[in-house]
């Protein structure tokens, strides 16, 4: 079994690396995003413009969350309000607003001083889905590893959005077995969860893929059985994860 890695490497990405090496998973980190002729691989650990241009050729299936799915949630797990609109509309915000792109890069995360601040369409396809959110500050905020309707590990990673690194706390783990016993099967079996405290109440911060997070200070055995389920071979995924795999090749 081979675990695909991109031309750079975070020191997260490494710590996995060497996990699934002392698991005796054989590891290959490609120089650019070119395959190899007669490269295999079953698995791939990288961002999304890696995996779009190498896991169809390779019969790789990355599950990834809807691109609409914060906005399905029950307020009370979100705490504020959540739109996707495509970009051609957020053009028209007038107002400060939290602007991200749903499963990729394309759109820098970050609060915008009104739409008119958004890439224009020199830059980015003007179809493009956004999710526009209030401003809001979380105290702090935890990284969950989802696997099988469970919270494996998990990781604090901010507080008060500044970059804070600690375990995983009890409170952040409880609030993600909640959404799993609410919302679990809107998300793909192996998923990465974001929660923060908001106003004194957990909330929803956002789901990213587990094949392109970061585990922080995640225990890296638990972050790779994430992984490798969340990236691996096309014919094994399931029947309830179908519905989740990312259209790659974009």
Same mark, same amino acid.
């Given at each position: 079994?081979?675990?695909?890695?991109?031309?750079?490497?975070?020191?997260?990405?490494?710590?996995? #690396?060497?996990? +699934? %090496?002392?698991?005796?998973? %054989?590891?290959?980190?490609?120089?650019?995003?070119?395959?190899? !002729?007669?490269?295999?691989?079953? =698995?791939? =650990?990288?961002?999304?413009?890696?995996?779009?241009?190498?896991?169809?050729?390779?019969?790789?299936?990355?599950?990834?969350?809807?691109? %609409?799915?914060l906005t399905g949630l029950p307020r009370d797990l979100v705490r504020r309000e959540i739109r996707a609109l495509?970009?051609?509309?957020?053009?028209?915000?007038?107002?400060?607003?939290?602007?991200?792109?749903?499963?990729?890069?394309?759109?820098?995360?970050?609060?915008?001083?009104?739409?008119?601040?958004?890439?224009?369409?020199?830059?980015?396809?003007?179809?493009?889905?956004?999710?526009?959110?209030?401003?809001?500050?979380?105290?702090?905020? =935890?990284?969950?590893?989802?696997? !099988?309707?469970?919270?494996?590990?998990?990781? #604090?990673? +901010?507080?008060?959005?500044?970059?804070?690194?600690?375990?995983?706390?009890?409170?952040?783990? +409880?609030?993600? +077995?909640?959404?799993? !016993?609410?919302?679990?099967?809107?998300?793909?079996? *192996?998923?990465?969860?974001?929660?923060?405290?908001?106003?004194? =109440?957990?909330?929803?911060?956002?789901?990213?893929?587990?094949?392109?997070?970061?585990?922080?200070?995640?225990?890296?055995?638990? *972050?790779?059985?994430?992984?490798?389920?969340?990236?691996?071979?096309?014919?094994?995924?399931?029947?309830?994860?179908?519905?989740?795999?990312?259209?790659?090749? %974009?």
């Amino acid at each position: 079994m081979t675990l695909l890695l991109p031309p750079r490497l975070t020191g997260s990405a490494a710590t996995l #690396r060497d996990t +699934a %090496r002392r698991r005796g998973l %054989r590891t290959v980190q490609l120089p650019t995003f070119a395959l190899p !002729d007669g490269l295999r691989a079953a =698995h791939l =650990h990288a961002g999304p413009s890696f995996a779009d241009a190498v896991a169809g050729p390779l019969g790789i299936a990355p599950l990834e969350a809807p691109a %609409r799915w914060l906005t399905g949630l029950p307020r009370d797990l979100v705490r504020r309000e959540i739109r996707a609109l495509p970009l051609r509309e957020a053009y028209a915000l007038r107002r400060p607003v939290f602007v991200k792109s749903p499963n990729d890069k394309s759109i820098r995360a970050m609060v915008y001083a009104d739409g008119s601040r958004l890439p224009g369409t020199d830059a980015v396809d003007p179809d493009t889905l956004v999710l526009i959110s209030d401003v809001v500050s979380f105290a702090a905020e =935890h990284r969950l590893y989802l696997l !099988d309707g469970e919270v494996r590990t998990g990781s #604090r990673y +901010a507080e008060d959005g500044r970059l804070s690194l600690g375990p995983l706390s009890r409170d952040a783990a +409880a609030f993600g +077995a909640e959404l799993l !016993d609410r919302c679990g099967a809107t998300l793909p079996s *192996a998923i990465v969860v974001d929660v923060g405290r908001l106003d004194g =109440h957990w909330a929803v911060i956002e789901a990213n893929a587990a094949w392109a997070s970061g585990r922080y200070t995640s225990d890296p055995d638990l *972050a790779l059985d994430t992984v490798l389920r969340a990236a691996g071979p096309v014919e094994r995924v399931t029947a309830r994860d179908l519905p989740f795999v990312r259209a790659t090749g %974009r």
